[in-house]
């Protein structure tokens, strides 16, 4: 069974820059969730997806969006990016929302703004 | 605001000794907690979980213990091995779901 897979692994934008992140998650699972880890920061809930709609929003800008289709891939958006942006962005799929279950990681992509 | 606290950024243990490394939540509503063990270059891997219906989950090596008037857990490894060298996180939820609240993590080194 395939795990979560994120692309691209690695990522290098200027300011002001967007960016897209994809994430397909375990098949079967419906339920994807994104993190952004920075140093000192931990994990830094983003938002979750299940079935094409966002259930969850963490505290993040507007500048930072996403969406889910129906195959329950999942997408990330940041536009207009910073240089505090560059993380590293991890995507969570679990089988359904709303169940005490744990998430299955990707290895996430690094995005580096310069 | 830092919901869920790891105080402790790094730790070391020798092989075979007993690693403990402890988290603090400050909501009350929490009441589902997991520990992931992240590596290098990997996305964090689920380790163990606990619901606030218990106070001790064991799995093999790794035992995690809560204390829900002192809105602390803890996660014990006995005995710790080499391979266990990572960085812990512990996250808490307050409800269902898949929202989860992570500490900043604890850096694990079990040297031989």
């Known amino acids: 069974k395939a795990g979560v897979t994120q692309t691209p692994r690695y990522l290098i934008k200027t300011r002001g820059q967007q960016v897209t992140l994809s994430c397909s998650p375990i098949s079967g699972h419906r339920s994807v969730s994104w993190y952004q880890q920075t140093p000192g920061q931990g994990l830094q809930f983003l938002f979750e997806?299940?079935?094409?709609?966002?259930?969850n929003k963490g505290n993040f800008p507007g500048r930072f969006s996403g969406r889910q289709f129906s195959n329950s891939r999942s997408e990330m958006n940041v536009s207009t990016l910073e240089l505090g942006d560059s993380a590293l962005y991890l995507c969570?799929?679990?089988?359904?929302?709303?169940?005490?279950?744990?998430?299955?990681f990707g290895q996430g992509t690094r995005l580096t703004v310069v | 605001d830092q919901q869920v606290k790891q105080n402790s950024p790094s730790l070391s243990v020798q092989e075979g000794r007993i690693s403990i490394l402890n988290c603090d939540y400050t909501?009350?509503?929490?009441?589902?907690f997991l520990w992931y063990k992240k590596y290098p270059a990997e996305g964090p891997t689920f380790l163990i979980s606990?619901?606030?219906?218990?106070d001790k989950n064991e799995d093999g090596r790794f035992t995690v213990f809560l204390n829900k008037s002192a809105k602390h857990l803890s996660l014990h490894i006995v005995p710790s091995q080499p391979g266990d060298s990572a960085v812990y996180f512990c996250?808490?939820?307050?409800?269902?779901?898949?929202?989860?609240?992570f500490g900043t993590g604890t850096s694990l080194t079990v040297i031989p």
């Open positions: 909501n009350s509503m929490f009441d589902y």
């Open positions: 969570a799929s679990s089988l359904e929302a709303g169940v005490w279950t744990e998430a299955f």
């Open positions: 606990i619901s606030s219906i218990k």
């Open positions: 997806y299940f079935s094409e709609t966002q259930r």
């Open positions: 996250a808490a939820s307050a409800e269902t779901g898949n929202q989860f609240y």
